[in-house]
């Protein structure tokens, strides 16, 4: 079974910075995709950043220059940094690990807060 852990969420002010992090644990041996989604307050949960075994990153157009995703493969660790924070960021933010094989795990952190104040 494939775990993750969230941290590094809290409240910053606009134009801070914050870096949140997902350790899992478990089997994630082989080939998979990590990535960061966000759910507003009203809204559905969406793609914030993704990337790929190999290190290949997906960005959604409103993190792009902002946001940057990264991993340490040695501590199965991704990483959201996020600079120039905006209040409209506000979200639970959620870390999502899903294998590249048919079949495989698809799983998803606990969640953690993140408050932009204007």
Known sequence: ?????????????????????????GSTFGGNIMGWYRRAPGKQRELVASISSDSSTNYADFVKGRFTISRDNAKNTVYLQMNSLKPEDTAVYYCNAKSIYYGGYNVWGQGTQVTVDS
Not at 11 to 23: H, M, P, T
């Open 1 to 25: 079974q494939v775990q993750l852990v969230e941290s590094g969420g809290g409240l910053v002010q606009a134009g801070g910075s914050l870096r949140l992090s997902c350790a899992a644990s």
